[in-house]
């Protein structure tokens, strides 16, 4: 409470007041308009050029001729100021409007360089925070494009998944159709692989001509021979035989060891399945019996036997999960099994019903009634001698299938 | 001497919007890249004639908005009309379009404005879609996108808020 109170303001000195005037004008444009109250311009002075008013002309409406003051005039409160204004190109001012009298001044102090200054601070603040809003809006698009990326992820793993399965399917299916080209003439196999025609594999049942045949003696023979003279052996008979199989379009069924069964009528259909097994026999009697004297030559009696039978048999893939092959089943291809047991070497026995069927392109000779295991009533069966007169009629199969 | 009409339009809108560069597009025909941002005002006149009359049109270029710094509504005094601008690639300016907007209106009335999305050639950018225009328009707001940089929708935005301006 002691302490003295603040200096009065004192007016101050002349030199002073003259520096201060010296320092506030210094290297800035000032220039000034009095108007008087009908706004008519009354007077001008001090750098008007800066501003480019130097064309002003008293005694006309100023706001014509100073178009920054459109709307501001006349004044609704003074002293009234409106700062940094770009008045021309490069050239800042703040704008002090006062009234005095009835008069309006406007003074303009230019404040270029105060502009400049804080033009260059609001620019780095405004550049930053650019930046930052253009980073963030690539963040949340990055985020976008990897959500993005990731969907797509899924669905690639789940198009593998698929395609795994289907190239497992087609595997499977191409394993199928292999299997069945083992069992049929190449052409055959490769018409129904192109027609891609799964329902052949159902099993349905179909009337067949089945042939069996297998060697006499082999089983001596191999139990005395060396192995590789066994298996040359068998070479050699599989060579003569598959392909006279093809040429008939016989459906191969097994081939086990010397013994192989071979069918007719599916599953390619065709109309003489019964005259054709008879021929593919005779063909097969010839091949063998060439072989035959070979071996014979050689130390070793091998013979070969024939049976065919005609019938109802079921047919399709047979067998069980992982192992299944396209077979037939039933009382004929027993039948033909075992009158293919009961022949004698060079012998192709046929049941009555082949019997009659062929009568008239092969020399029978009857051979009277055989009594067969699994059946209970004894069979009329004949032997086949030969093919009457070159007969070589074969109707060769349509690429159809039933 | 007739005097030729004269109205004062003022640039609203957040920073970086590109009212310096509508302006400098409608009165110059030129566009630049490089931004330099406005600080206070700049003046600018552009004689604009419609139908048989030459208005000119005084227009105070203001400095952008940001969240700090709030609008100097003194510039505003005396303004016959105002153009709102926006960045259609920023959509945080759009809000700030319809705040001042509000601000203006609480200050000096109902004045004509028009509303100018810029940076319409951005299209990679651009987040307005033609349902939000639609649905301001329906909000009875004078709504327009337009590019500084190629000049679309420029002239016909100012043109048209002169003519309502003088009604
Ligand atoms: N691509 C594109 N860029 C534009 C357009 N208009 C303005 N720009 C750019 O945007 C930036 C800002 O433009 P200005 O015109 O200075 O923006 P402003 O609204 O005046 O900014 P402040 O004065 O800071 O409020 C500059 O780099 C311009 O080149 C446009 O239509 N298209
Ligand atoms: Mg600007």
New interface residues.
């Given amino acids: 409470m002691d302490s003295p109170p603040p200096p009065a303001s004192a007016p101050l000195p002349a030199q002073v007041l003259e520096r201060l005037r010296t320092l506030l004008l210094a290297d800035r444009a000032v220039a000034w308009l009095r108007m008087d109250e009908a706004l008519l311009l009354a007077a001008a002075g001090g750098d008007l050029g800066a501003y480019g008013l130097d064309a002003l002309e008293p005694g006309k409406p100023v706001v014509e001729q100073v178009h920054l003051l459109e709307g501001l005039l006349p004044l609704v409160e003074s002293p009234y100021f409106v700062p940094s204004v770009e008045v021309i190109k490069g050239r800042v001012a703040d704008l002090h409007f006062w009234l005095d009298g009835g008069e309006t001044w406007l003074v303009l102090l230019e404040v270029t360089s105060e502009r400049d200054m804080a033009r260059r601070l609001q620019q780095k603040a405004y550049d930053m925070t650019l930046l930052q809003e253009r980073e963030a809006a690539l963040n949340r698009q990055l985020e976008a494009a990897r959500r993005e990326l990731e969907a797509a992820h899924e669905e690639v793993k789940r198009w593998n998944r698929t395609l795994e399965e289907r190239v497992a399917a087609q595997v499977a299916e191409l394993e199928r159709m292999n299997k069945l080209k083992r069992f049929l003439a190449p052409s055959i196999a490769e018409m129904l692989m192109s027609s891609g025609d799964e329902n052949i594999l159902k099993r349905h049942r179909r009337d067949i001509a089945t042939l069996f045949c297998d060697l006499r003696g082999f089983t001596a023979f191999s139990e005395n021979a060396e192995p590789e003279e066994v298996s040359e052996l068998l070479q050699d008979y599989h060579a003569a035989l598959v392909p006279l199989i093809q040429a008939y379009e016989g459906t191969l069924d097994r081939f086990v060891g010397d013994g192989l069964m071979v069918f007719f009528n599916d599953p390619v259909p065709c109309p003489d399945s019964t005259e054709r097994a008879v021929r593919l026999a005779v063909a097969m009697r010839e091949a063998v019996a060439a072989l035959a004297a070979a071996w014979r030559k050689r130390g070793h009696q091998v013979g070969f036997g024939i049976g065919i039978a005609q019938g109802f048999a079921t047919l399709g893939q047979i067998g069980f999960e992982g192992r299944f092959d396209y077979s037939a089943i039933g009382t004929v291809v027993n039948t033909a099994a075992r009158l293919c047991e009961q022949a004698k070497d060079g012998q192709i026995l046929v049941t009555s019903r082949v019997a009659t069927v062929v009568a008239e392109m092969a020399e029978l000779a009857d051979i009277g009634m055989l009594t067969v295991k699994g059946l209970s009533r004894p069979l009329a069966v004949s032997n086949v001698l030969g093919l009457k007169g070159g007969d070589q009629k074969v109707v060769w199969l349509g690429r159809q299938t039933h | 001497m007739t005097?030729?009409v004269?109205?004062?339009i003022c640039m609203l809108g957040g920073?970086?919007v590109g009212k310096t560069s509508l302006v400098k597009r409608y009165v110059e025909s030129v566009f630049s890249e490089t931004?330099?941002?406005?600080?206070?005002?700049?003046?600018d006149?552009k004689a604009v004639v419609l139908g048989d009359k030459t208005v000119?049109l005084?227009l105070w270029d203001l400095?952008?908005e940001?969240d700090m710094s709030s609008l100097?509504l003194?510039?505003m005094?005396?303004?016959?009309g105002y153009m709102l601008v926006a960045d259609g690639t920023?959509p945080?300016t759009l809000e700030m379009a319809l705040s001042l907007r509000k601000r203006v209106e609480a200050e000096y009335g109902q004045l004509p404005f028009a509303l100018l999305i810029n940076k319409k050639d951005l299209t990679e950018?651009w987040t307005v879609t033609d349902a939000d225009l639609g649905k301001l328009r329906g909000d009875g707001w004078w709504v327009q996108s337009s590019s500084a940089r190629t000049g679309e929708g420029v002239d016909d935005a100012f043109a048209d808020l002169a003519t309502r301006i003088l009604g």
């Fill in positions: 005097m030729a004269q109205k004062k920073f970086s931004y330099l941002t406005t600080v206070g005002v700049k003046i006149k000119n005084i400095a952008g940001d100097r003194s510039y005094r005396g303004a016959a920023r945080a950018q």
